[in-house]
């Protein structure tokens, strides 16, 4: 018999939702309808679903005609636990015996659900120190929670110079070498193109030279070489102290002209001007429009993942228009619709007049860089091989515009010095780096190469270096020749800012073309080959595939950028390290680089970690409604200034895959409360640099940490401490004496002492005695300790020095005591108290030299910088407490009402200050009124 019954829908029942419900849909309707002639009956059953109803269970059903069955979760489904609960529901035809089965699924899920506190953070620290805060990171969902931590630094701001002196651990660059600093160099290529009536010349720095007549000098050495074979300066290149371009007299060869130079004492090198070309090999053959170099599956026929990992990467940072790149090469198209948005913009010049040096950088009109082929402010690219390295390091990311860039936020800078068939002269490339150091830029590609070994480049490029700047360099398409043996300039320099790059294809091969050498040569990145070319920007808005080293090196200056987004601070040396460090191993480029591997742009990024922000661990789980706590450690052992930096928290939680947290550290400088006196003869006691402590008194006050000490300076007339009664100390010169406190102790950067050591060069050092006598940091620093006058002191040639110890305090006092071969006198008092007060007195002061300060004795601090102890003086602190409140009010009060004083004076004598005809508390409102801005 044929069964008449048919249910919809006709497949499984499911159910979902959380633990505890509720689950969705709320109910699902099932229709039953008679497709036979007569009236059938029907009835429901429910196998292992005790956790679902149906109604009605069973009825009958008229020819025709349907019904309707509710299927719907029942409050057990409530108690179910996480995962898939499955059961059956039958259906059967009563009539014909019929049956319809049905798979039912309860679903019961889980997720984690993730919030963070603080939203942010904003801290103050002091220099040096470390400040831990901690992190929250919460679960509200039904599932564990995953998470991981990652810091990125935004950007750091110095303060304006502090005025109490320069930073001592700042790095000078000393690029005006001597002739006999620099090793002469005599490998000049003159087998290689050069220009003709040319030569890069460095002359010895100069040495006036007068005549016999008093007042009139001579012509330089220089002007007289010069005239001597006929030649003229055409260029001088500032970034190296001494080098030009020297133009040649007609029908003097170059290598004539090299003879001359190197011959002459003031010159330190003279080499030819060398013609260089791009390091690029662009077919006419169309290629696949594919970015394998960025994200490879096998799209060319290479092997997946044979790439740079930069869609990985791009979760992380994407860039940030803070970080400009010079593109030296043929130029770019700033006009492209992939590169126009992320271009460098000289402001000053795009604001200015047309024709004018608005910026006064001796360039006019430099808006999107400079043209050094041309000299002319227009970097236009007419050749294309300039563009297409652009659109490889920056072309505009998620723009649904051709192509990306490893940055998709970058400046890129303009530089052309190749003309529109590839070729340039070193003299302009020289010229280029210049003016990349001059306008900013953090990092430069270099895709191009030939000539010699060229000193006045080197001398260039290592001025870029001493800048910060990094150097990136194509290593050349000689199909696969050793630069070991043969080195290919400029990747060649062994300069710590160069990186030199060779060519990968989309196999994880050692590019046919590409050049290498296991030490000339750093890293391999993506360059191509003929059948697995890279597709990137051109000229004229158009787009291209080319191949070569060329391609390959603005890879790695793309990465370089990106690091410096997410941690501007770090210096180009760690910028490179962390490139090489991270290299992937490759078996075809072991023994052919340095790194022996070729650039993963993900491994790069996870190395840069904020120097200034750590976690006690960094990957954890929170249990569903639980909060796991992480502390977070903010390292203020940096230079002063403003970071600002994100914490990342990754989590598992679906919705909410990462929250960032804002973070904004201020390291305030540290005030050490030291200032060393360096007078020049004859003494004038009106020079800064002079001691100026006499008649003076200094007291510290600790903060409340016992850690430092608010100070405040006055004028002394006398000691606090009469030394009369106190304990005479015989100390010979360059002597200590050992001071026991009988169970009494004094207080000094929060650690108590119950000994101390008078030594005879004006100091107390606290664990052990000293003898130093040269006032120097370094040994200022060594040892907690307090210098009055730290100087060469010699108490066995006169004067007196003792100690007393009153009930709250102990004074050491040196009178009368001279500078070691000197008969002039010093006078100074040091007061420490037991709760932890400093007081130095200073009397008479013959020493125009010296050392006054304190030290907790941890040795020179990093970032050390100098106090200047009239700084802290006080106006209106008239009871010495180092504030100006109240309590000073109050002595002025009783000033005020004094009768003794001198009645002209409204500050005293109960005047009726308002004039109001009466004396009384609101002349002394009025009084305060007119004290406090004296503060």
């Known amino acids: 018999m044929p069964d008449w019954l048919v249910i919809v829908p006709d497949g499984d029942f499911e159910f979902s939702g959380h633990p505890g419900g509720p689950f969705l849909p709320s109910n699902k309707p099932c229709s039953l309808t008679n497709t036979g002639p007569s009236s059938i009956s029907w009835s429901v059953e429910l196998i292992d679903v005790p956790w679902l109803d149906a109604e009605p269970t069973s009825g009958s059903i008229k020819p025709g005609e349907s019904t309707t069955v509710v299927v719907s979760p029942t409050s057990e489904a409530d108690t179910m636990p996480a995962g898939k609960h499955i059961g059956r529901l039958i259906f059967t035809d009563e009539t014909t015996a019929a049956v319809h089965r049905r798979t039912v699924i309860l679903n019961v899920q889980t997720e984690p659900k993730a919030y963070v506190t603080p939203e942010s953070f904003d801290l103050t620290i002091l220099c040096g120190e470390l400040q831990i805060e901690t992190l929250s990171i919460g679960n509200t969902g039904d599932a564990v929670l995953e998470f991981n931590l990652r810091s990125l630094e935004v950007s750091f701001a110095a303060p304006a110079k502090n005025k109490r002196g320069a930073n001592t651990s700042e790095e000078t660059n000393d690029v005006n070498a001597t002739g006999a600093e620099i090793e002469r160099k005599t490998a000049v290529r003159l087998d290689v193109p050069y220009a003709e009536g040319e030569a890069l010349v460095r002359f010895a720095p100069e040495i006036q030279v007068f005549a016999d007549e008093p007042g009139i000098m001579q012509a330089s050495r220089k002007e007289m070489l010069l005239s001597g074979v006929d030649a003229t300066i055409e260029q001088e290149y500032s970034i190296v102290p001494g080098l030009c371009l020297v133009s040649l007299p007609e029908g003097m060869t170059v290598e004539d002209a090299l003879r001359a130079f190197g011959d002459s004492n003031d010159v330190l090198y003279a080499v030819p001007n060398y013609k260089v070309e791009a390091h690029s090999v662009i077919p006419n053959d169309p290629m696949f429009n594919v970015l394998w170099n960025l994200h490879n599956t096998g799209e060319t026929g290479g092997t997946v993942d044979a790439d740079i990992d930069a869609p990985e990467t791009w979760q992380i940072a994407t860039g940030s228009g803070d970080v400009v790149v010079a593109v030296i090469d043929t130029g770019v198209d700033y006009r492209h619709p992939d590169l126009a948005a992320n271009m460098w913009v000289n402001e000053a010049e795009f604001n200015g007049s047309p024709g004018v040096d608005d910026d006064r950088n001796g360039y006019v009109d430099d808006i999107y860089g400079y043209d050094f082929c041309n000299y002319d402010g227009d970097p236009i690219d007419d050749h294309g091989h300039g563009s297409h390295v652009s659109g490889i390091i920056g ?202 591997g070729w650039l993963n742009l993900h491994s790069a990024i996870l190395e840069t970690e904020v120097a200034w922000i750590d976690f006690a661990r960094d990957r954890g789980t ?223 002061i013959a020493a125009g030299d010296g050392l006054v300060g304190l030290s907790e004795g941890n040795g020179l601090p990093l970032y050390y910088v100098e106090s200047n102890m009239t700084e802290y003086a006080l106006s209106d602190d008239l009871d010495n407490d180092c504030d100006t409140d109240f309590g000073d009010y109050s002595i002025l009060a009783l000033y005020w009402q004094s009768k003794d004083c001198d009645p002209d004076n409204d500050w005293c004598g109960g005047t009726d200050v308002n004039m109001d005809g009466k004396v009384d508390f609101s002349d002394l409102a009025e009084l305060m009124m007119n004290w406090l801005p004296c503060d």
């Not at 800012?497 to 040569?521: E, K, R, W």
């Not at 989590?651 to 030291?674: A, G, K, N, W």
């Not at 066995?796 to 071969?821: C, D, M, Y």
């Open 395 to 596: 072309a505009v990311g998620n723009n649904s515009v051709g192509v990306v860039g490893v940055c998709w936020n970058v400046k890129i800078m303009g530089v052309k010095f190749l003309d529109e068939s590839g070729s340039g002269w070193t003299s302009d490339a020289i010229a280029s780096v210049q003016y990349a150091i001059l306008m900013g830029a953090k990092v430069m590609n270099n895709s191009w190469g030939g000539g010699a070994y060229d000193m006045a480049l080197e001398d260039t490029i290592r001025a870029a270096g001493d800048a910060g700047m990094l150097f990136v360099a194509s290593c050349g398409n000689d199909n696969g020749s050793n630069n070991d043996d043969e080195p290919q300039y400029p990747s060649g320099y062994d300069l710590p800012n160069v990186i030199a790059v060779l060519s990968t294809d989309n196999d994880d091969q050692l590019s046919n073309h590409s050049n290498y050498g296991p030490t000339f040569v750093d890293i391999g990145a993506p360059g191509g080959d003929p059948d697995c070319e890279i597709y990137s920007c051109y000229r004229n808005g158009g787009y291209y595939y080319g191949y070569g080293t060329s391609m390959a090196a603005p890879h790695v200056t793309g990465a370089c950028a990106l690091i410096w987004s997410v941690s501007p601070s770090l210096p180009h040396t760690e910028v490179k390290d962390i490139i090489l460090r991270t290299a992937d191993p490759l078996t075809s480029l072991a023994g052919r680089c340095v790194s022996g």
């Open 622 to 844: 929170v249990s569903a409604g639980e909060v796991n706590e992480v502390d977070v450690i903010f390292d203020a052992n940096q230079p002063v200034g403003t970071y600002e930096g994100q914490i990342v928290v990754y989590s598992s939680d679906e919705y909410t895959p990462q929250v960032i947290v804002p973070v904004t550290m201020t390291v305030e400088q540290v005030d050490y409360f030291t200032e060393v006196f360096d007078f020049k003869y004859p003494f004038d006691p009106n020079d800064p640099n002079c001691n100026d402590t006499a008649n003076q008194m200094l007291t510290l006050i600790p903060n409340g940490s016992g850690s430092y000490y608010r100070a405040c300076y006055s004028e002394a007339a006398g000691f606090p401490v009469d030394p009369a009664g106190g304990t005479s100390i015989s100390l010979r010169d360059d002597d200590y004496a050992q001071i026991d406190l009988g169970g009494e102790y004094v207080d000094f950067y929060g650690t108590g002492y119950d000994t101390l050591y008078i030594g005879s060069n004006g100091y107390i050092t606290f664990l052990s005695g000293d003898t130093h006598y040269v006032e120097s940091l370094e040994d200022h620093f060594d040892l907690p300790r307090i210098s009055a006058l730290f100087d060469d002191l010699d108490p066995s040639s006169g004067g007196a020095i003792s100690w007393r110890q009153l009930g709250e305090k102990v004074a050491v006092t040196f009178e009368n005591v001279p500078e070691h071969g000197s008969a002039d006198d010093n006078s100074f008092q040091i007061e420490m108290f037991n709760n932890g007060k400093i007081r130095i007195t200073w009397l008479n």
